[in-house]
């Protein structure tokens, strides 16, 4: 499908995507500003303050988007999912340029001035009002225009916390190989960016001598009708966006950021609402954050792999007897987390090393054993996922003998595949039900080895009769050719997760 043909189908979408990261990014520096600049006045009157303060703020701008998402996750109140953590950190973010421009710029004031003021009798507020914020604001309001800026970018970011906005367009296009979301998403991300800066700009440049007492009031106005918006509908979307369902008849269904596990959370999500149960959806969780949500309460059930469960939740070393780690991460995750492991959905989704189709046929490889004798000048590419996990890069290297000359290039698990087609990479994990194998001519090698443990899809979820029931009717129904069907058909030809899940139960049942 063409660019133009996308947007002219899915611009409604686009639109909504847009509003959600508009209103990310209002709140979130709305917040910093109204926390930002009178912390950075307050650190102009009291300098032992300074070096903490600010260094705190220092410290937020180099914490990782996605870290600082997990950390906020189980804190009450202030954590959870969705698109308050969102805001949390993007207030914490936007912080740093509002604080500093603020101190600069009063510091930054000449001395003589600021006696004049003192001479003529003004009070400390007279001197702030009339004085140095007049004079600071060219520089205040860059610290502003800067900080909108970065929460545009970071912003993106948020869609792997579920809390939308123009990243789910970018991370859904790395996952079905689709351009055209990518180009949506990240097109409009930026000519929202630039749009703040070039107003923002405007705004600066119109703060000249002649008009300093007329911007002023300006600005203080815009600065009310932010905390009237702030105060007005934040409250109300707090408790939205953080309130877990206390009724029995509702649930909060998880997922983590790749297509699979999206569709077997909509296949789940279906199951309950034909059953008169209200779901909420918070698809799309980046990282861990879908098993941290669970343990924090914030979700109440999500597709998992028994592999990943004991070896990266559990921290056990990897083991092949499908049955004993079934068992053994039933039995811990109810002594540990007080969780659930439904019965396996009826397939596995294993660790599938992957090649070109060409570079196969030409060398005749069926094995891993087979590449690893010719792979020596290959580069290879691997998830964070596999590069560190137990069942991983290391015990797989050793297991099998490889000695690359050049060391793996770790990397977003979606973008592997697109290097591999690419020819960037020559050898990569990936997964063994995934569509784009076939749609992009990749060929898994057979672990004639038997390192990788067996990873059976599951559900983990909190007990209860509604989704202990609906858990129970997906047990063994479904196999590796119904959902590598399904991932095709979202990440091949583009359908949505909705209507495939919505299919295969029409096809089979609930």
Known sequence: MRFADFIRTNWIELLTLTREHIFLVLISTGAAV??????????????????????????????????LFGLLIPLPFIGGIGARTAIIALALYALLPVIRNTVTGILGIDPKLTEAATAMGMTASQRLRLVELP?????IITGIRVAVVISVGVATVAAAVGAGGLGTYIFRGLRQNDNNLILAGALASAALALLCDFGLGQFEKSYQVGRRQTVLPRLVAVATAAAVIVAAVLPAFWTASSAHPNNANQVVVGSKDFTESIILAEILSQVLEQRGVTVTRQFELGGNLAHDSLVAGKI????????????????????????????????EYADRFNLSVGEPL???????????????RRNRLRTISGAAAIAGNWQAGFGQDFMSRA??????????????AKPPKEMDLSLTYRALAAGELDIIAGN????LISALDLVQLE????????????????????????????????????MRKMNGAVDGSHRSPHDVAAEWLAAHGS
Not at 34 to 62: C, D, K, Y
Not at 391 to 404: R, T
Request: no cysteine; aromatic share 12%.
């Open 34 to 67: 109204l926390i930002g600049l009178p912390t950075g006045v307050l650190l102009t009157r009291v300098r032992s303050l300074r070096t903490p303060v600010l260094g705190f703020a220092n410290i937020m701008q180099t914490v990782p988007s996605l870290a």
């Open 135 to 139: 004079l600071a604001m060219p520089v």
């Open 300 to 331: 109440d059930a999500y597709p998992e792999y028994t592999g990943t469960a004991y070896t990266a939740i559990l921290k056990h070393s990897p083991i092949t007897d499908t049955k004993a780690v079934y068992e053994q991460t039933r039995s």
């Open 346 to 360: 009826g397939f596995a989704n294993d660790f599938a090393i992957l090649v070109r189709g060409d570079v196969a």
């Open 391 to 404: 069942d991983g890069y290391e015990g797989f290297k050793k297991a099998y003998g490889f000695a690359f």
């Open 432 to 435: 063994s039900t995934d569509g």
């Open 447 to 482: 672990d004639d080895r038997h390192y990788f443990p067996p990873y059976q899809a599951v559900f983990i979820f909190r007990a209860g009769p509604e989704l202990r029931g609906a858990v129970e009717a997906l047990a063994n129904r479904i196999t590796v050719e119904d």
